[in-house]
């Protein structure tokens, strides 16, 4: 455990426990302080994993737009967590490294099509409170994606809104894996100031090991 959460997180224990911890270091190589958070709640850590991986297991959406989806979604709400978790495992999976770490200066940056800074829109849109999708976005992607894409895609915003808005209320910060992988620096820009530093017309912007064993918030 690296980083101080306001819960102090907990041994995980019992076969689920042990099950946990070796697919978290295999992964992670440590088990990530929002596991040792949430295991003060087995059944919710549970319920929260199988959503995640039936999430995660879901194929309509291209891979690398729902990445830039939810690190977009996650840049906004300033959870450095699920940010940095989500960079580490676009490395992983082979996605466009580049690309990902413009993501939190995506406004900005000139590496994304049409289609892909449609998408980080909704997913800041989304994270609005209220959430301020228009119809004329929604129509553009309806088009560009089709229905089941765009379901899959409003999904995975939703799902990664709880789990960033979680991670933030219980104190879960980022423990460094794109860091180790010595990743170059995720550009910082106005989307990563947080919701609260914006206005409705252009907004700035604890899931765990995910793809391992779940999801975790």
């Known amino acids: 455990m690296t980083t101080q ?21 295999r992964m992670l190589g440590q088990v990530p302080d929002s596991m040792g958070v949430l295991a003060h709640h087995p059944a919710l850590m549970r319920a929260s994993m199988g959503i995640g991986r039936k999430i995660e297991a879901l194929d309509e959406l291209d891979r690398s737009l729902a990445s830039y989806a939810v690190m977009s979604t996650a840049a906004y709400l300033g959870c450095s ?33 049409p289609l892909e800074r449609h998408v980080m829109e909704y997913a800041e849109a989304m994270s609005q409170t209220p959430p301020a999708v228009t119809d004329e976005l929604s129509a553009e992607l309806l088009t560009e994606l089709g229905p089941a894409a765009l379901i899959e895609l409003t999904a995975k915003i939703a799902f990664m809104n709880m789990s960033s808005r979680m991670n933030i209320a ?8 794109a860091d180790a992988c010595q990743l170059p620096p995720l550009e910082t820009g106005a989307s990563t100031a947080g919701p609260a530093a914006t206005s409705a017309t252009e907004p700035v912007s604890t899931e765990s090991a995910n793809k391992a064993v779940g999801s975790a918030p």
């Open 81 to 113: 967590w699920c940010l940095d978790f989500n960079y580490y495992k676009a490395h992983n999976e082979g996605l466009d490294e580049a690309k990902a770490r413009q993501v939190p200066n995506w406004r900005k940056a000139s590496v994304f099509t």
């Open 170 to 177: 219980l104190g879960i910060h980022s423990e460094g894996y």
């Open 5 to 25: 959460t306001r819960i102090p997180p907990t041994e995980l224990t019992g076969l689920f426990g042990a099950i946990v911890k070796i697919a978290a270091r």
